[in-house]
């Protein structure tokens, strides 16, 4: 599993400065430059694509700058998967991120045969590794370090490695000076970062990889694929729900069926410096805990390793909690503590976003840790364990295993001018801040690539500012669920708004990121998926509510509905 902010992780489902940017006018774009470029299909790259006996792979040339062409040619690689009935055109996927690979997810199971099913068969599948993403497109990943050694000894001893410290709702004095006393240090460090990434080899390409330019690309693709100027059919998740709200906008005329799913408000998004907005994607976070440790309860020893029999919802979280405080004592006293409570806390966030996983963490991962933190008070704890236990879930790591910073770079390129004036203090304050208020168990989680932004030295070359209400070609499908850890409901909610009569808003009754959180098992969103895709027939109104199918058992014989009834009575957290 990943950390970046808004990807969907591993894949669809878990099993899935230049000061200034070019503010587009609406002419420039709806002449959307047809593009004559076409794709060789072949064989997909195995180091990226493990079975590809079900797809095709190619490449598309791309302008590095679509206002200057004097920048030379890049390409991105491109992933299809078959259409299994009479072919209409293409369906487009992002699987988020930004900095999701395409070709991971679509060729992960079952992505590709979920969305041929709830397209009908009736259109080829495609997804593509976005510019600054993967090792085949150009530009590819973004490094700053040449080794994982140089990045470790640049971050060594800092909160970039330990975490954040804190305890119930971050009102202990002995935790605010804790962390406030790093404001300088970190400061100093986020700032000769952007550095080292502007100095590395590809630094050049920095200010070309932002979203405008991506959504560029799409057309670019549509038209190789579906003729000049075809209508773009589209889903985009979580961060690619921000590529789709800027095509849409930018190209109204180009809008086909498109479908948004695990939304944020693009309103938002380009109004708030990313490193103080970051928090609201935070609302709902606390909710889908509440309903893990519901589910717990439910399920009993016999479904939930860490359940009691006869313990409430409450008693769960009073569990965990007192194992998050031992780590939080541990870390406290001795300095190099193999098992850190901001650490335990960053690496539980990933799971929020998916259910299906939830099992498993409560089953396998959490007895592990509490035998770690057991030991940590005792002195004898298992720091091989403890790196076994965070290497599936800490930060991306690229094939020659250093940190690789296209999410920073994207969100950050795409993110407001700098206004020169946030510290890191303030982002500490908003951080503690955030933990009482929003979301007391994971608003202090360090690092995110969004904190670096208001120091990254770079902005894209071309950013769209809005307006995000255009009247589009065909309405679109806005999906969001009840609790999502990352993109809350109300990110859905304002997208819907903001595009009135251009967009039908749909609201999963669950939790996890994204509707794919359910594994496909939703049989009125898939239903809802295939009459869109199929028919272009929306919904009536704005208020449809589809449930989790309780087939779909979280632990056994716990099912997503079963949790909901029992949540609202549980006054937790
Ligand atoms: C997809 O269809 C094309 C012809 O339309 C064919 O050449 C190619 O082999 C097919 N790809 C796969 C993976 O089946
Ligand atoms: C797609 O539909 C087929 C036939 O109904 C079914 O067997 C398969 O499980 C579905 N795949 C997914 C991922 O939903
Ligand atoms: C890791 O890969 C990146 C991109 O290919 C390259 O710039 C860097 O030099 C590589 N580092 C090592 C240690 O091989
Ligand atoms: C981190 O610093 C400690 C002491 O300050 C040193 O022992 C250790 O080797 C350093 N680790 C790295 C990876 O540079
Ligand atoms: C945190 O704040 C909430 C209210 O916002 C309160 O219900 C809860 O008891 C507090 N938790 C702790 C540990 O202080
Ligand atoms: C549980 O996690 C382990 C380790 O990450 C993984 O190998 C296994 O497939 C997971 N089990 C399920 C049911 O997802
Ligand atoms: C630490 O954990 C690893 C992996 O689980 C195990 O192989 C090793 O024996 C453990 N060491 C001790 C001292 O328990
Ligand atoms: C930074 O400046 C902007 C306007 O220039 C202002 O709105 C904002 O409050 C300032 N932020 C801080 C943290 O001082
Ligand atoms: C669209 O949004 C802009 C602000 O971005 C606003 O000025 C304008 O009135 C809105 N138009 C409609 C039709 O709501
Ligand atoms: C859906 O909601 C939008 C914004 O709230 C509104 O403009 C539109 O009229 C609504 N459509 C229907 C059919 O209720
Ligand atoms: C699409 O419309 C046709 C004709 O009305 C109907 O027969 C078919 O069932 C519809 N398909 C879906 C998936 O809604
Ligand atoms: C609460 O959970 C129990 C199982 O322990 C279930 O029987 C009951 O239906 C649930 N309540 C609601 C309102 O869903």
């Not at 002419?27 to 079900?54: A, H, L, M």
């Not at 550095?195 to 799409?218: E, N, P």
């Not at 995000?468 to 969001?480: D, E, Q, R, S, W």
Request: include cysteine; hydrophobic fraction near 35%; aromatic fraction near 10%.
């Amino acid at each position: 599993m990943k950390l970046s902010p808004f990807v969907l992780s591993s894949a669809l489902f878990s099993a899935l400065q230049s000061a200034h940017g070019i503010v587009i006018d609406e002419r420039d774009c709806d002449e959307g430059g047809t593009n004559t470029s076409t794709i060789q299909w072949g064989p997909c790259d195995p180091s990226v694509v493990t079975d590809s006996s079900d797809f095709s792979c190619g490449f598309l040339e791309i302008p590095i700058d679509y206002h200057n062409s004097s920048m030379g040619k890049g390409r991105i690689a491109v992933i299809k998967a078959n259409a299994t009935n009479e072919r209409r055109g293409t369906y487009f996927m992002n699987p988020g991120g930004p900095g999701g690979s395409g070709l991971e997810a679509l060729s992960s199971s079952p992505t590709a045969s979920y969305l041929l099913n709830v397209t009908g068969g009736f259109y080829d599948i495609v997804s593509w590794d976005p510019r600054g993403i993967g090792s085949l497109s150009i530009p590819g990943d973004v490094f700053c370090f040449d080794s994982v050694d140089e990045y470790d000894a640049f971050f060594n001893g800092t909160i970039e490695f330990s975490g954040i410290e804190m305890t119930g709702n971050f009102t202990d004095q002995s935790d605010i000076d804790a962390l406030l006393a790093q404001a300088g240090t970190m400061q100093q460090k986020y700032v000769e970062l952007g550095k080292r990434c502007q100095q590395h080899s590809d630094g050049k390409y920095l200010k070309y990889i932002g979203t405008s330019a991506t959504v560029r690309d799409l057309l670019a693709l549509a038209d190789a694929l579906d003729g000049p100027g075809a209508p773009v059919n589209y889903f985009g998740y979580s961060y690619g729900t921000i590529l789709g709200s800027w095509l849409v906008n930018m190209f109204p005329n180009r809008v086909g069926r498109i479908i948004l799913d695990g939304v944020i408000d693009p309103q938002l998004f380009g109004s708030v410096e990313l490193s103080l907005g970051w928090q609201h994607q935070l609302h709902n976070a606390d909710d889908v805990y509440a309903g893990l440790v519901t589910g717990c309860a439910l399920a009993g020893p016999a479904g939930c390793a860490i359940a009691s029999e006869g313990q409430s919802p409450a008693d769960v979280n009073n569990d965990i909690q007192t194992v998050l405080g031992l780590a939080h004592d541990a870390a406290r006293k001795n300095s190099s503590a193999p098992l850190t409570s901001g650490q335990l806390r960053t690496a539980l966030y990933p799971y929020m976003y998916q259910p299906a996983q939830w099992a498993n963490l409560t089953n396998s991962v959490f007895p592990e840790v509490f035998q770690i933190v057991e030991g940590e008070s005792q002195g004898t704890s298992n720091v091989t364990k403890r790196a076994q236990l965070f290497d599936r879930s800490v930060v991306r790591r690229a094939e020659n295993d250093t940190k690789v910073y296209t999410t920073s770079a994207i969100l950050c390129g795409d993110s407001k001018d700098r206004s020169g004036n946030v510290t890191m203090t303030d982002i500490f304050d908003e951080i503690i801040s955030a933990s009482r208020n929003i979301s007391h168990m994971f608003a202090s989680q360090w690092p995110s690539p969004v904190y670096i932004c208001s120091l990254w030295p770079e902005r894209a070359v071309e950013r769209y500012e809005g307006p995000f209400n255009k009247t589009l070609a065909n309405p679109i499908l806005v999906i969001g669920n009840t609790y999502d850890p990352v993109t809350p409901f109300s990110g859905a909610q304002a997208l819907a708004d903001e595009l009135g009569n251009s967009a039908k808003l749909v609201r999963m009754n669950g939790f996890g990121h994204t509707s794919t959180a359910a594994v496909g098992a939703s049989t009125c969103i898939n239903s809802v998926l295939l009459a869109y895709t199929v028919n272009g027939t929306l919904p009536e109104d704005n208020n449809t509510v589809c449930e989790v199918d309780d087939s779909f058992e979280i632990w056994p014989g716990v099912s997503t509905n079963m949790i909901l009834g029992n949540m609202t009575s549980s006054g937790l957290l």
